[in-house]
């Protein structure tokens, strides 16, 4: 099975309000984990990354929570936008050139 | 600065056909990769190129085989099309596989089997 999954396939939000996606990883040896966004008709877009070393990464408006202790990634989205809604992914490095994807939350954002 | 190209963009083909699907990078970039994408099953690696001259099978490399042109280029054939081959398909590349950088994709290429 899938090593990488996110909580909720659905996610919807406010528009201003900020979006919290959730992932959980199997693999405690992972050391890399990435977050795309994919919007209708594209392919993924890289937003944020972080390493195993750190338990916090900040980007324009986006800042991914790593927790190793409960294999836990998030990807919080501030002031979300009608431009942010897509499918959002959390990926996990298996080693060997090999990434891991979750099956994806699809994000929507009212007006 | 285009980043990574697919052509075509949408095909059809009936089963027995074969195809290529085109993929090249303009990042100089080392590593490059096949995957589908079908609903529910999130991204699925078929077959990578740790480095030009190299290719290795993925999860799903089965009815596929790839070639590494030169180091921008990666193409996938589909020898005898299936329909169970109908999904769409991302070429990524990456600076350097094996390591912690981001894998970047092109926007795809939708392929149905008739």
């Known amino acids: 099975g899938e090593s990488v999954g996110l909580h909720l396939p659905t996610l919807s939000v406010q528009e201003g309000d900020n979006s919290i996606i959730n992932c959980a990883y199997s693999?405690?040896?992972?050391?890399?984990f990435i977050w795309y966004k994919q919007e209708s008709g594209k392919g993924p877009q890289f937003i944020i990354d972080?390493?195993?070393?750190?338990d916090k990464r900040q980007g324009q408006r986006v800042t991914v929570l790593l927790n190793k202790t409960v294999k836990h990634l998030s990807l919080q989205i501030a002031a979300t936008q009608p431009g942010d809604s897509a499918v959002y992914f959390c990926?996990?490095?298996?080693?060997?050139?090999?990434?891991?994807f979750g099956a994806g939350t699809t994000v929507t954002v009212r007006a | 600065n285009a980043g990574v190209t697919q052509t075509p963009k949408f095909q059809v083909l009936k089963t027995g056909q074969s195809m290529t699907l085109q993929c090249a990078q303009d990042?100089?970039?080392?590593?490059m990769y096949w995957y589908r994408q079908d609903p529910g099953m999130g991204l699925r690696l078929i077959y990578y190129?740790?480095?030009?001259?190299?290719?290795d099978k993925g999860e799903v490399p089965n009815g596929y085989n790839v070639s590494r042109l030169n180091k921008r280029e990666f193409s996938l054939r589909l020898e005898s099309a299936a329909p169970s081959q109908t999904s769409v398909y991302f070429c990524?590349?990456?600076?350097?596989?094996?390591?912690?950088?981001?894998?970047?994709f092109g926007d795809g290429t939708r392929l149905s089997i008739l």
């Open positions: 990926a996990e490095n298996l080693g060997d050139y090999k990434l891991s």
């Open positions: 190129s740790a480095s030009e001259g190299t290719t």
């Open positions: 972080i390493r195993s070393n750190m």
């Open positions: 990524a590349s990456s600076r350097q596989g094996g390591s912690n950088q981001p894998q970047h």
């Open positions: 990042m100089n970039h080392n590593s």
């Open positions: 693999n405690s040896a992972s050391d890399y």
